[in-house]
């Protein structure tokens, strides 16, 4: 019996050539970022492997596919609504949208689906990893997270974290808010930018950022982040405002300082990140936010671009989102806590 012909791979490539997979893709797909040189030295690999690249498929395929991980799908109130504007989007250009979740722990993206796309939509920074397994099916794409390095060679699409951010500190500070906290999870790099616009608003306008509540002790409910409030109750040290990462952190920051007797704003200020503007909150957060539904049906837009003209150049879209006055932050007008 004859042995099963392996496939060949740009792992495989890359490993004959000593590149990059990103070079290797860029030189047998004959785009710009390579050499002569090198586009000759990876053709000659290929040859000698016996490599076939794919040939183009005639006919436009009628599906977009839409990567998300697993770890991201249970932020419902931000993916699920991206998602649902995509979809409508792409139903009223004929296209279907079909949502693959990846697992946290195993390649579960088959070929079959890959192939069956006409786009590629990346949902979140984890998504990612299945970059280099795309890039051989050459298929138009667009990532919804920041670029992970410079001259990342995809469409990318965000939101404008940090500028927010520095928005929506500033409006507080012009309202007399010199004393601040932040509370909410820096993991994500999303996240980061938002406390960074919140340090250089605060650094440029004269206010103090006194504390930063971050860690998973202050943010997986337990009580030891309503003993750290109420110690700071008693002294009369709270800050005037409290800036969370999140909407879901603003609403369960105001949940434990009601248990405590701190009034919203009255007491304290507190707003939220992220909000949907379309939506009617049950809890009017001042806020910055966009329109998620709006936000998918963009990211649909660009990629029905990219689809119809693969040799544009890389694109950088970063939409900024708005400011919201809701009834969760006041100006100062400070009484003691007792």
């Known amino acids: 019996m004859g042995e099963k012909k392996k496939r060949i791979t740009l792992d495989r490539i890359a490993a004959e050539t000593g590149l990059s997979k990103y070079s290797v893709s860029r030189a047998i797909s004959g785009k710009s970022g390579v050499s002569d040189e090198t586009r000759e030295r990876v053709l000659a690999v290929c040859e000698k492997l016996g490599y076939q690249k794919k040939k183009p498929e005639h006919g436009r395929k009628k599906v977009v596919l839409f990567i998300l991980p697993q770890c991201d799908i249970r932020d419902t109130a931000f993916w699920m609504k991206v998602i649902m504007g995509a979809e409508e989007r792409l139903a009223r250009e004929g296209f279907a949208l079909h949502i693959k979740v990846i697992s946290d722990s195993e390649d579960n993206l088959r070929e079959s689906e890959i192939e069956e796309a006409a786009g590629i939509i990346f949902g979140g920074h984890m998504s990612l990893f299945y970059l280099d397994k795309v890039a051989l099916y050459e298929r138009p794409s667009l990532v919804l997270t920041y670029p992970p390095h410079d001259m990342f060679p995809y469409d990318t699409m965000h939101v404008a974290d940090k500028e927010g951010a520095f928005y929506l500190t500033g409006q507080l500070v012009g309202m007399g808010h010199k004393k601040i906290g932040y509370y909410g999870s820096l993991e994500r790099l999303s996240m980061q930018k938002r406390f960074a616009g919140v340090r250089k608003a605060a650094d440029e306008l004269g206010a103090e950022i ?16 309503e003993e750290e409030l109420s110690k700071l109750k008693e002294k009369g040290e709270l800050p005037t405002l409290i800036i969370c990462s999140t909407d879901v952190y603003a609403e369960r920051l105001i949940f434990h300082l009601s248990r405590l007797g701190i009034e919203v704003p009255e007491d304290i200020s507190v707003t939220g ?66």
């Open 210 to 225: 006194a504390y930063v509540w971050n860690e998973e002790k202050f943010l997986d409910g337990s009580e030891l982040f």
């Open 273 to 338: 990140f992220n909000s949907d503007l379309a939506d009617l909150w049950k809890i009017p957060l001042t806020s910055v936010g966009i329109d998620k539904k709006e936000y998918g049906s963009t990211a649909v837009n660009y990629l029905l671009d990219r689809i119809e003209d693969p040799g544009q150049s890389v694109r950088r879209v970063s939409v900024v989102p708005e400011f919201v006055i809701g009834e969760t932050a006041a100006v100062v007008e400070r009484k003691a806590l007792h």
